[in-house]
């Protein structure tokens, strides 16, 4: 079964008004035991985003890295993980985590239901999770979430640590409230409500300024850093004026050295608390931020790192990936590079 939604306002991007959802039922043919389902109606070649699932029935080891495989299972399979690594389809299921359980007691568990997502869908792709209570069935229910860019600044909120919390405090002391109407109607609850509210709210507006996150905010910034620029630019404004003036050169050295140690201080510690907070389900976005984009024409499904996401405990993953052996090129040095009087001033 395949679905098309379709939005004027578009999905992922405005230019994109529409993908595509394929849901499949695979079963085995019992006359040449082949899969009712080809591998080119599961993956086609789309324009649009494409987000292919299903219980495909079949059994391929990066789906399932600690099973062990019958050399049928692996014929039958690696026609469909070929056309899609040739598509550019991501696997998005966590590896070795069971989606199908048997009733009988002598089944095995195994990862029959499959989620892929082309190469247009895929870098919005943010959880691949299993939260939900079982239906009955002996398939379990599984949560896909995608998250779109915005396509408009988000409104501002506020910025509750540089809120003024003596005068707020005392604002909120002096606040009285209307006692209720007499005559309880909807129109009068809903107007005394609204009166209340606003009683309550317009101190906090008053006292708390806002702050909007934009696309150039940086999860690792902080006031240290704001200060550390503002002494560089400085410095380095001093400097321009008398090229020659040792003294002045030098303090501009100081303060610029200052400012991109501490940025690089900032970035070790957020790295740090993201890998420390990492779970099965984000350690592919710790893997991506660590080794970057795969060149191109690389194969895009996902290899098999069973000791990453075979478990499910986050303080193991988190300590898993911390491993030294986990490339950190989040962390990347900055190119060290010699002042001179062109050198222009810098900014979050």
């Given at each position: 079964?395949?679905?098309?939604?379709?939005?004027?306002?578009?999905?992922?991007?405005?230019?994109?008004?529409?993908?595509?959802?394929?849901?499949?039922?695979?079963?085995?043919?019992?006359?040449?035991?082949?899969?009712?389902?080809?591998?080119?109606?599961?993956?086609?070649?789309?324009?649009?985003?494409?987000?292919?699932?299903?219980?495909?029935?079949?059994?391929?080891?990066?789906?399932?890295?600690?099973?062990?495989?019958?050399?049928?299972?692996?014929?039958?399979?690696?026609?469909?993980?070929?056309?899609?690594?040739?598509?550019?389809?991501?696997?998005?299921?966590?590896?070795?985590?069971?989606?199908?359980?048997?009733?009988?007691?002598?089944?095995?568990?195994?990862?029959?239901?499959?989620?892929?997502?082309?190469?247009?869908?895929?870098?919005?792709?943010?959880?691949?999770?299993?939260?939900?209570?079982?239906?009955?069935?002996?398939?379990?229910?599984?949560?896909?979430?995608?998250?779109?860019?915005?396509?408009?600044?988000?409104?501002?909120?506020?910025?509750?640590?540089?809120?003024?919390?003596?005068?707020?405090?005392?604002?909120?002391?002096?606040?009285?409230?209307?006692?209720?109407?007499?005559?309880?109607?909807?129109?009068?609850?809903?107007?005394?409500?609204?009166?209340?509210?606003?009683?309550?709210?317009?101190?906090?507006?008053?006292?708390?300024?806002?702050?909007?996150?934009?696309?150039?905010?940086?999860?690792?910034?902080?006031?240290?850093?704001?200060?550390?620029?503002?002494?560089?630019?400085?410095?380095?404004?001093?400097?321009?004026?008398?090229?020659?003036?040792?003294?002045?050169?030098?303090?501009?050295?100081?303060?610029?050295?200052a400012y991109f140690k501490a940025i690089k201080k900032g970035k070790r510690a957020h790295w740090s608390s993201f890998l420390a907070s990492a779970t099965p389900q984000t350690v592919w976005t710790a893997k991506k931020l660590a080794?970057?984009?795969?060149?191109?024409?690389?194969?895009?499904?996902r290899e098999p790192l069973s000791r990453l996401s075979s478990t499910k405990r986050p303080s193991t993953t988190s300590s898993l990936v911390r491993h030294p052996g986990f490339t950190t090129r989040f962390c990347s040095r900055s190119?060290?590079?010699?002042?001179?009087?062109?050198?222009?001033?810098?900014?979050?």
């Amino acid at each position: 079964m395949a679905l098309d939604p379709f939005t004027p306002d578009g999905f992922f991007n405005p230019s994109t008004t529409g993908f595509t959802i394929i849901n499949s039922y695979s079963t085995k043919r019992s006359s040449n035991n082949t899969l009712s389902v080809p591998p080119d109606i599961i993956f086609p070649s789309s324009p649009l985003p494409t987000l292919t699932l299903g219980d495909l029935n079949i059994h391929h080891p990066t789906a399932d890295p600690l099973r062990v495989f019958k050399d049928d299972e692996i014929a039958s399979s690696s026609p469909y993980f070929d056309r899609a690594t040739d598509l550019g389809f991501s696997l998005l299921n966590t590896p070795a985590v069971f989606t199908q359980f048997s009733m009988s007691l002598i089944g095995h568990p195994g990862v029959l239901d499959l989620a892929f997502a082309g190469p247009l869908l895929a870098p919005y792709f943010t959880e691949w999770s299993d939260p939900l209570l079982s239906t009955g069935s002996d398939h379990i229910p599984i949560l896909l979430r995608f998250e779109a860019p915005l396509f408009q600044a988000p409104p501002p909120t506020p910025n509750w640590a540089l809120t003024d919390w003596t005068s707020l405090e005392s604002a909120l002391k002096a606040t009285t409230m209307s006692p209720p109407p007499p005559l309880l109607t909807t129109r009068s609850l809903d107007v005394w409500f609204s009166t209340n509210l606003g009683r309550v709210t317009t101190p906090f507006a008053l006292h708390t300024p806002l702050k909007r996150v934009t696309s150039r905010s940086k999860p690792w910034w902080s006031e240290l850093l704001s200060v550390l620029r503002k002494a560089y630019n400085s410095a380095l404004h001093t400097s321009k004026r008398d090229h020659f003036d040792a003294s002045l050169l030098a303090s501009a050295r100081s303060a610029r050295s200052a400012y991109f140690k501490a940025i690089k201080k900032g970035k070790r510690a957020h790295w740090s608390s993201f890998l420390a907070s990492a779970t099965p389900q984000t350690v592919w976005t710790a893997k991506k931020l660590a080794i970057g984009r795969p060149p191109p024409g690389s194969q895009s499904v996902r290899e098999p790192l069973s000791r990453l996401s075979s478990t499910k405990r986050p303080s193991t993953t988190s300590s898993l990936v911390r491993h030294p052996g986990f490339t950190t090129r989040f962390c990347s040095r900055s190119k060290t590079a010699s002042l001179s009087p062109r050198m222009r001033s810098v900014g979050p």
